[in-house]
């Protein structure tokens, strides 16, 4: 096999391999095990894949992964524990694949192979969570089994077709890095998300201070009480974000929670930010082009507030007239937001 074939076939294993790395491994296993695929010098030392014990092992890890694949959400934390595991599974792949060509050229094709793999798994955990934040599961599992079957498939092209694998992985690895700063911003947004998550698990209660108890009366007669009773369990806002509120807003802090405007916003539409409770206003800001950007909601347009407990994110729903904004916020140990939704109902 020539160089320019071992370079498209580590790209197509790399691409695949950062989509499933455990199946992609068990049909590589598999195929040299029974001699489905006619393995050429190339790709002699792939033998070792043929172990039973390894075999095992990446069809108990593949089946995980299949049914963890189909849910909602739980797909999603499972590609972020992943997201070192599969590039370094894909480069650690292509040196047994390339053990005997020139050592240098053994490299090149690791780190192709790798950062191949840490590609297409961005761009997959990226779609999989916008696709997650759809109510109904099917195109979740239509996607996932797209990936299901494209390994074994992409495994034979990579063997037997390799300019024709690595062609596909181009023009994919291609576009996907044209998307790359959303991509990685979706990846951002999920790896807070998961750490938040577990933030909660790990340490439900961290001593914060409760917010001040006020009567449902005093709340309806003057809601401003709402952003002053709820300021002692704020998020901290950072230096910029503080410096923000204060030149455009006119205040020096604000209740506030960590997340995501998923809907109803403009200028910090889905960028991870602070959702601010001040006395007349929510706030909403995030940092953009270099910058900090915000988005209004006035008190006087909501009429209530919802809140819905879910499983990567608690979100917030402004409602109103001519009003709809919706915010995915990260786990919060203090259940600010839930709080916030029950005061503000009984004040309105």
Do not use: M
């Given at each position: 096999m020539d160089t320019l074939q071992l370079i498209a076939s580590a790209t197509g294993i790399g691409f695949l391999a950062g989509i499933r790395l455990y199946l992609t491994v068990l049909t590589l296993g598999?195929?040299?095990?029974?001699?489905?695929?006619?393995?050429?010098?190339?790709?002699?030392?792939?033998?070792?894949?043929?172990?039973?014990?390894?075999?095992?092992?990446?069809?108990?890890a593949a089946l995980i992964e299949f049914f963890s694949d189909k849910i909602p959400w739980l797909d999603s934390a499972w590609d972020s524990i992943h997201t070192f595991i599969r590039p370094i599974g894909a480069a650690a792949l292509s040196v047994a694949a390339f053990d005997s060509v020139d050592p240098a050229l053994r490299f090149l094709l690791v780190l192709l192979t790798g950062g191949a793999a840490l590609t297409s798994h961005s761009a997959k955990a990226a779609t999989r969570l916008a696709v997650n934040q759809s109510p109904e599961p099917f195109s979740n599992v239509a996607l996932?089994?797209?990936?299901?079957?494209?390994?074994?498939?992409?495994?034979?092209?990579?063997?037997?077709?390799?300019?024709?694998?690595?062609?596909?992985?181009?023009?994919?690895?291609?576009?996907?890095?044209?998307?790359?700063?959303?991509?990685?911003?979706?990846?951002?947004?999920?790896?807070?998300?998961?750490?938040?998550?577990?933030?909660?698990?790990?340490?439900?209660?961290?001593?914060?201070?409760?917010?001040?108890?006020?009567?449902?009366?005093?709340?309806?007669?003057?809601?401003?009480?709402?952003?002053?009773?709820?300021?002692?369990?704020?998020?901290?806002?950072?230096?910029?974000?503080?410096?923000?509120?204060r030149r455009k807003h006119g205040v020096d802090a604000a209740f506030a929670l960590h997340g995501v405007m998923r809907r109803g916003g403009k200028r910090a539409r889905n960028?991870?930010?602070?959702?601010?409770?001040?006395?007349?206003?929510?706030?909403?800001?995030?940092?953009?082009?270099?910058g900090w950007r915000s988005d209004e909601v006035p008190h006087g347009s909501l009429t209530r507030i919802d809140f819905e407990k879910g499983l990567l994110f608690d979100s917030l729903r402004l409602r109103g007239a001519n009003t709809d904004v919706l915010v995915d916020l990260f786990k919060d140990r203090r259940r600010g937001a839930q709080r916030l939704a029950e005061a503000w109902n009984v004040a309105r």
């Open positions: 598999l195929a040299v095990r029974f001699e489905w695929l006619r393995l050429n010098d190339s790709f002699s030392e792939l033998s070792i894949l043929g172990n039973w014990w390894v075999i095992g092992f990446a069809a108990t996932s089994l797209v990936g299901d079957a494209a390994v074994p498939v992409g495994i034979w092209l990579a063997v037997e077709h390799p300019l024709l694998i690595g062609g596909i992985a181009g023009t994919f690895l291609l576009v996907a890095l044209l998307f790359a700063p959303k991509v990685f911003r979706v990846l951002r947004i999920q790896w807070i998300a998961l750490s938040s998550l577990l933030a909660t698990w790990l340490n439900p209660s961290d001593g914060a201070e409760e917010p001040l108890t006020v009567d449902a009366g005093a709340l309806a007669a003057d809601p401003k009480r709402i952003a002053r009773a709820f300021s002692t369990i704020a998020s901290p806002l950072p230096e910029a974000g503080v410096a923000h509120l960028r991870d930010g602070y959702l601010c409770l001040l006395d007349d206003r929510f706030v909403f800001i995030a940092k953009k082009f270099g």
